[in-house]
């Protein structure tokens, strides 16, 4: 199992960026998928989950409605629209999914165990 994130980058305040999620091995829509992010010397932080089948979407209250997630199954990719997007937004972004398809996971860190490799996000003037 591979989950390959992408899409960060340097943007300006305001500024809005899109990650991709892509998968090998397993087929995303049949597993919850979770996005996260950890800030140098910060804690993981889980920022949106998309439910396993039915495609419920679950956000951190933090966001404040500026971020979006969705999936495109014939792709296998899972994707997080970010906008408006802040200074405090500048972390390391990460998907991942659960080792088992049934798993119910939320926006705990201790509920996924497949984990991309992350992509950078850098918010600055």
């Known amino acids: 199992v591979q989950l390959q994130a992408s899409g960060g980058g340097l943007v300006q305040p305001g500024g809005s960026l899109r990650l991709s999620c892509v998968a090998s091995?397993?087929?995303?829509?049949?597993?919850?998928v979770g996005w996260f992010r950890q800030a140098p010397g910060k804690e993981r932080e889980g920022i949106s989950r998309l439910g396993r089948l039915d495609g419920d979407k679950f956000y951190a209250d933090s966001l404040k409605g500026r971020f979006t997630i969705s999936i495109d199954s014939a792709k296998n990719t899972v994707f997080l629209q970010m906008n408006d997007l802040q200074p405090e937004d500048t972390a390391v972004y990460y998907c991942?999914?659960?080792?088992?398809?049934?798993?119910?996971?939320?926006?705990?860190?201790?509920?996924?165990?497949?984990w991309g490799q992350g992509t950078q996000v850098t918010v600055s003037s």
């Open positions: 991942a999914t659960p080792a088992i398809r049934s798993v119910q996971a939320g926006l705990d860190p201790y509920d996924y165990d497949n």
């Open positions: 091995g397993l087929t995303l829509y049949e597993y919850d």
